[in-house]
T-cell receptor, first 114, second 111 residues
Framework: NAGVTQTPKFRILKIGQSMTLQCAQDMNHNYMYWYRQDPGMGLKLIYYSVGAGITDKGEVPNGYNVSRSTTEDFPLRLELAAPSQTSVYFC?????????????FGQGTRLTVV | AQSVTQLDSQVPVFEEAPVELRCNYSSSVSVYLFWYVQYPNQGLQLLLKYLSGSTLVKGINGFEAEFNKSQTSFHLRKPSVHISDTAEYFCASYNNNDMRFGAGTRLTVKP
């Protein structure tokens, strides 16, 4: 029963490098989300998707890109890493409707940009 | 746009004492409300949720919360805390594809 799986768990990037944070879910959820968590700031929504082929910006999308080619996968791309992107990133999924709206979270990816 | 405010960033409490973690939300439309718990180096886990119906909702680990529409609040309570309840707690609201989180409350239970 995997749920939401994020890889990698930890990563150190140099300024200007690029990387993709992977997220996969096996619950057949149509909604998926990317959040970043900074100390004392709670979780901020970066991007979300309501289904394959559909993505939309959240509160803090600048510097990130996403794609959703399948129901299961929702990768987050950082093109030119900056120190301000040092954070813990969480992927989540949900299946709103029929009394459900809660999100299920992955274990997080801790990213440091130096 | 909706928003969530957690009124206390840190709450220290002694073991077996009662605790209340406060959450206010703002939205011009009906929202769903949630409390999540985050243990160190882990993701968020759902404690409880309010979608409709009874305003008192019970969750896991002995927690409960009360939805108060007139005060736009959704405070989390537990009558007697344990050391193992030490964690970060997040209140969240959901409406129309948008889930917003509060800044979190760090609950520290002391022996």
């Amino acid at each position: 029963n995997a749920g939401v799986t994020q890889t990698p768990k930890f990563r150190i990037l140099k300024i200007g490098q690029s990387m993709t944070l992977q997220c996969a879910q096996d619950m057949n959820h149509n909604y998926m989300y990317w959040y970043r968590q900074d100390p004392g700031m709670g979780l901020k929504l970066i991007y979300y998707s309501v289904g394959a082929g559909i993505t939309d910006k959240g509160e803090v999308p600048n510097g990130y890109n996403v794609s959703r080619s399948t129901t299961e996968d929702f990768p987050l791309r950082l093109e030119l890493a900056a120190p301000s992107q040092t954070s813990v990133y969480f992927c989540a999924s949900s299946l709103p409707g029929q009394g459900r709206a809660e999100a299920f979270f992955g274990q997080g990816t801790r990213l440091t940009v130096v | 746009a909706q928003s969530v405010t957690q009124l206390d960033s840190q709450v220290p409490v002694f073991e077996e004492a009662p605790v209340e973690l406060r959450c206010n939300y703002s939205s011009s439309v009906s929202v769903y409300l949630f409390w999540y718990v985050q243990y160190p180096n882990q993701g968020l886990q759902l404690l409880l949720k309010y979608l409709s119906g009874s305003t008192l909702v019970k969750g896991i680990n002995g927690f409960e919360a009360e939805f108060n529409k007139s005060q736009t609040s959704f405070h989390l309570r537990k009558p007697s805390v344990h050391i193992s309840d030490t964690a970060e707690y997040f209140c969240a609201s959901y409406n129309n594809n948008d889930m917003r989180f509060g800044a979190g409350t760090r609950l520290t239970v002391k022996p």
